[in-house]
């Protein structure tokens, strides 16, 4: 008994799924993460709103990156 072959629509559509899926859940949230980061201390309140906002809508994708991501502050050094 043989496999039947994979239709180009079926192609197409998984290919076309596997593109959304991999913007929404890396690209977008990547994205995100270094635009909050470089704008944290000087963004406006409807920016930061909107910010927020987006983590909201992209929260799967922070998932995936929050335990790889340090963005802690760096210890000063004292001796100087």
């Known amino acids: 008994m043989t496999m039947p072959a ?3 629509d079926f192609l ?18 990547l994205a ?8 944290w201390y000087i963004a ?9 906002g987006l983590v909201f809508a992209f929260f799967p994708g922070m998932l995936l990156f929050s335990p790889f991501l340090n963005f802690r502050p760096q210890p000063r050094d004292l001796n100087s």
């Open 12 to 29: 197409l559509a998984a290919g076309v799924y596997a593109g959304i899926a991999g913007v929404y859940l890396l690209v977008v949230p």
């Open 44 to 52: 406006g309140s409807i920016e930061r709103t909107l910010l927020y």
């Open 32 to 39: 995100l993460i270094f635009y909050a980061r470089q704008r």
């Open 6 to 8: 994979l239709s180009n």
